[in-house]
């Protein structure tokens, strides 16, 4: 009977997941992400704090991350365990670590490996785990992802007793409450979580002054994301297994920014935050937000996190890019009070042959073209020679940057790219925005899928550089 109950409550669980997951497919906004950011959560790679998320981490790139959060015993001897480790009686203030390292391959899989409990090996021993997570729509849907994944974790053993018996739980530290078969309840099974989860990613407001951009993610889960439901002193609430964060990613210069972040793991409510320097994170959070105190699990927490990023394609740190909105002056702009008309004519007939320039803003606009070789914008017909700095085309470009102008690599996305042959003249419609290096957007054929083998830089307006990784 408790297991025809347990399946009835993990099927309604995945039931109530699928609106969650269908609400994303239809309200996530069209368009080019611009997720320049990549956050790494307290044991599993990359997500938000315990939370995952449906994007992997870019080919060949690897973190490294520690966190540890202080945790208060309250010295509850549960349901008769022996004493030793926490939950076996005394009372105290440990401060708990954990570790992981993670690696992507092909843009599609994310995997790595966790060691849990490192302060004292002795109290109930480290815990040893691994993680993965496949992306099964990269590139096509612009903006949203999907992914499967799993964490796998041992099981302590306080002295080599009861191993397999007493479960990882999801902070990560022995406790000799947590068993497999508690009396009276259900099973207890936190070795293995699979999960599946959606992610969207909606791009910041180009009026803003500042780059930013947001993520939201919700799923399912089995294993630690759901076992544990009907013990008191394991929970205040539990959603059986339906899991949802937000992250909001704003950037500081050219190759810092700053991550806010909030989630619900099923059980706990979360908050941190997290600077990024050029590929080195640093950051705090807390944990367990909603809850009263009554127990280790049902207490606040606070912590500090850190994590290495490094892009192996670029062979040093990953460095975020600054995805600042570039200037723009709408065309036609009526000269300022620079030209000083001596008489009044008659606006000259059209003169020239009409062409089109494609801008940096993902616009085209029509020009004319005289057999001089000048170029006439606006109503007017009115010469770029002529008028000098007083109208500028929309959008930001390449030309008079030191790293154009130096022939240097640009980094995109974890790879370099190279600029090859002369610059070419590109249609608005047939490209579109795929990212922004050093305030210049980047674009990329409609057609291609990321990765992309080339982008398209522009150098100023209708001209555009060729860059292949």
Request: net charge neutral.
């Amino acid at each position: 009977m408790a297991a025809r109950r347990d399946r009835r409550e993990h099927s309604g669980a995945g039931c109530r997941a699928v609106p969650v997951l269908v609400a994303l497919l239809l309200f996530v906004r069209p368009g080019a992400a611009q997720s320049n950011s990549t956050v790494t959560t307290l044991r599993y790679g990359s997500g938000l704090l315990d939370v995952p998320v449906a994007t992997v981490l870019p080919h060949l790139t690897i973190t490294a991350a520690y966190s540890g959060f202080g945790l208060a015993r309250h010295g509850t001897r549960g349901s008769g365990r022996p004493d030793g480790g926490h939950g076996g009686g005394g009372k105290g203030t440990s401060w708990l670590s954990d570790g992981s390292v993670a690696i992507g391959f092909f843009d599609r899989l994310e995997a790595g490996a966790t060691l849990q409990h490192l302060a004292d090996a002795r109290d109930g021993g480290r815990l040893v785990g691994g993680f993965g997570r496949l992306s099964l729509l990269p590139g096509s849907l612009r903006r949203l992802h999907v992914a499967v994944g799993a964490r796998y974790v041992t099981s302590p053993s306080f002295g080599g007793r009861d191993r397999g018996e007493i479960q990882p739980n999801r902070l990560g530290f022995p406790d000799a409450r947590v068993v497999r078969d508690p009396p009276g309840q259900r099973k207890f099974r936190g070795n293995l979580s699979p999960y599946i989860v959606a992610t969207a990613e909606l791009p910041g407001l180009e009026a803003m002054p500042f780059g930013y951009d947001m993520t939201l993610s919700a799923g399912w889960g089995g294993g630690l994301f759901s076992a544990g439901g009907d013990l008191d002193f394991y929970r205040e609430t539990t959603t059986g297994g339906l899991f949802a964060g937000s992250a909001l990613h704003v950037d500081l210069g050219t190759a810092a920014g700053v991550s806010l972040m909030a989630e619900f793991n099923g059980f706990d409510v979360n908050a941190g935050v997290r600077f990024d320097f050029g590929g080195v994170q640093l950051g705090a959070f807390s944990l367990g937000m909603n809850h009263d105190g009554s127990s280790e699990f049902r207490s606040r927490k606070f912590g500090v996190a850190g994590s290495v990023a490094v892009c192996t394609g670029a062979l040093g740190l990953c460095r975020r890019r600054s995805d600042a909105p570039a200037d723009t002056v709408t065309l036609p702009a009526p000269p300022p009070d620079t030209v000083v008309l001596e008489r009044a004519v008659e606006p000259p007939a059209p003169t020239g042959t009409p062409a089109t320039l494609c801008l940096s803003t993902g616009e085209n606009v029509q020009v004319w073209l005289t057999a001089a070789g000048d170029t006439l914008v606006g109503p007017g017909r009115v010469s770029l020679d002529a008028v000098g700095p007083t109208v500028v085309l929309a959008g930001g470009y390449a030309e008079g940057r030191d790293w154009f102008e130096e022939g240097e690599a640009i980094e995109f996305a974890g790879r370099n790219y190279r600029r090859r042959g002369a610059a070419v003249r590109a249609d608005c419609d047939d490209i579109e925005r795929a990212g922004r290096y050093d305030g210049v957007p980047l674009f990329a054929d409609r057609a291609a899928e990321a990765p992309f083998d080339f982008v398209y830089v522009p150098v100023r307006p209708g001209l555009w550089a060729r860059y292949e990784n």
